[in-house]
């Protein structure tokens, strides 16, 4: 097998997520809450309505359809759904199992109950031919009690249903961020820090408000508080909760890391294999040494890590099976409930829900129009470009005229962008507003050397620069194009070098590539410097594997 990649689209907000019906949701009874029959009729009504969704697919399933495509060409395809995407309660209804009350709680295999935190055995997988072969069997017995008794054989509901099994997949938003690590291993980690006294606790609160800011993670100023969260919250205490309690706790192996890697190879399967056979091995020395009075760790969403590396064998890497963009996918639907609704019984007013479905739908053929009209723009300004770069071969050097749109400035190339400008100051006046940064020490002795490094610079001579008369452009925003050693793709950071980011000091840390290899270090200084005609993007950094000198 090669590298499992994940799924690229062309525009996100666009292409990827459409809702394309509502399912009924049938209200819980109090009279009828708990009965068999009123839990069957649920999921009866759930897989039902489903068939309706697929119904218009039916004809296609076995022979195929021909559409034509964005090639203008005829294509064969046939429809399936090789992804079933929901929260476990959920998933107990697309299966037809009992769920967390029955012997088998797993919709994917047949782990018992009291296996459930036992994650370095397999158990059977649930297949489709299985269930309806035993779903035959019960019905045939004589009463509705033998019949049940057959069934919870392998907790099944007398229900007909569709074949799920192999489309539903492991979800990190629910099974790690709000299930194993939210509400379960956080919530152990705050009464294990608690008890160890009050100090631990204002280092663990005091280690997350001192981590630097980056773009897409939540900063906190304290966490020891935090009972309930969203998702995303979860997941970024979960990301820095390592780093911040490294020298409180005993280092722990990152299941969550190898799930979230949106490039597997052979290796790196095996290793995340390998990291839950140790984490499993970890949680059993814990269950035993807490003393299982105290907690249940026999819960489905602690089982269902089991299956992760095989779905992402069988369907990519988890990016292509997480419930975060399905959420944001309703929020058109949910502005246009709290803009055009009374927010009573919606879902009983056919209109209404009409009405939101018929909006949804025209803002999605809004975002259509202006990506085609965007795409034609880019193209026109593309050939634009071409037809200016073959004219300019016909001029002479001297003739030459640069063209804004087509030649970045100084402080812009493909590589890095320099963005939050802040003026042209002279070295002395840089140097004496941060006359007390020992970082800005000798500043100009210091530009001066590094500029006489370079060849570019020095070809017509050494570089002397004036105190008073040569100037620098400062920056506190710097955007770097990079090719990822995760993905090869072309990605890119958002650095900030600022003494005032929303109120606070925000130096960003970087990874350098230098002659002698790679390093870290921190942006101290970002700027522009002035050498003759040309301005050169430069950077004053402090390197975190060098010693650091006056």
């Known amino acids: 097998m090669g590298d499992v990649f994940g ?18 949701i049938v209200k819980d009874d109090p009279s009828k809450s708990g009965k068999q029959k009123f839990a069957n009729f649920k999921a009866a009504v759930w897989h039902e309505s489903f068939k309706q969704i697929l119904k218009c697919l039916r004809s296609k399933r076995k022979h195929g359809g021909w559409v034509e495509c964005w090639d ?9 759904v090789p992804i079933l995407l929901v929260d476990y309660e959920e998933k107990c209804v697309m299966s037809l199992i009992h769920g967390v009350m029955g012997k088998f709680p797993c919709p994917i295999c047949l782990v018992p109950c009291d296996e459930l935190h036992n994650l370095l055995e397999t158990w059977p997988l649930r297949t489709c031919r299985d269930s309806v072969h035993l779903l035959r069997k019960a019905r045939g017995k004589s009463t509705k009690a033998k019949r049940e ?24 938003l629910h099974t790690h961020h709000e299930g194993l690590w939210g509400k379960h291993l956080w919530i152990e980690l705050q009464k294990w820090i608690n008890e160890a006294g009050r100090q631990a606790a204002t280092e663990i609160d005091e280690g997350f408000a001192a981590a630097p800011r980056w773009q897409n993670l939540n900063h906190f100023k304290e966490v020891m508080g935090v009972s309930f969260a969203d998702g995303t919250k979860y997941e970024d205490i979960l990301k820095l909760i390592l780093f911040v309690a490294h020298d409180i706790l005993n280092p722990e192996t990152h299941v969550d890391m190898f799930a979230a890697l949106e490039v597997h190879t052979m290796e790196t399967l095996a290793a995340g294999r390998a990291t839950l056979d140790e984490f499993s091995r970890l949680m059993d020395t814990y269950i035993a040494k807490s003393g299982s009075e105290l907690k249940n760790w026999n819960f489905p969403k602690h089982h269902l890590a089991v299956h992760l590396f095989d779905n992402i064998k069988a369907k990519g890497v988890t990016r292509n099976f997480n419930t975060k963009p399905n959420e944001k996918a309703y929020r058109p639907l949910k502005r246009s409930y709290q803009l055009r609704t009374n927010f009573k019984q919606v879902a009983d007013q056919v209109g209404h829900l009409l009405l939101l479905l018929d909006l949804y739908h025209w803002s999605l053929v809004s975002a259509w129009i202006r990506y085609r009209l965007n795409d034609l723009d880019d193209y026109n300004a593309r050939k ?23 030649a970045p400035g100084p402080e812009s190339s493909f590589h890095i962008k320099l963005g939050s400008h802040q003026g042209i100051s002279s070295i002395n006046a840089i140097q004496q507003a941060h006359i007390e940064d020992p970082a800005i020490h000798q ?33 506190h925003y710097l955007k770097a194009n990079f090719e990822s050693t995760v993905d090869f793709w072309t990605s890119n950071d958002y650095l900030c070098c600022s003494p005032m980011f929303h109120n606070a000091l925000r130096y960003d840390s970087i990874i350098i590539r230098t002659k002698d290899g790679i390093i870290f270090g ?3 200084f970002i ?24």
């Open 384 to 406: 634009e470009a071409s037809t200016l770069d073959d004219s300019d071969l016909d001029l002479d050097v001297d003739d030459a005229v640069p063209d804004e749109r087509v």
């Open 149 to 172: 008794k057959k069934l919870k054989l392998k907790s099944l509901r007398d229900v007909d249903l569709l074949d799920v099994f192999h489309a539903l997949c492991f979800d990190r």
């Open 443 to 475: 500043f100009h002795i210091k530009l001066n050397c590094f500029l006489n490094t370079i060849p570019v610079i020095t070809q017509n001579g050494c570089v002397a620069l004036e105190l008073g008369a040569d100037t620098v452009t400062e920056f």
């Open 522 to 524: 921190r942006l101290i």
């Open 527 to 550: 700027f522009t410097c002035l050498v003759g005609d040309t301005s050169y993007p430069m950077a004053l950094i402090q390197p975190c594997d060098a010693p650091i000198q006056n």
């Open 72 to 80: 203008r060409l005829q294509h064969l395809l046939f429809p399936i």
């Open 7 to 24: 799924v690229v689209g062309t525009d996100t907000s666009i292409l990827q997520l459409l809702v394309v019906a509502w399912l009924p």
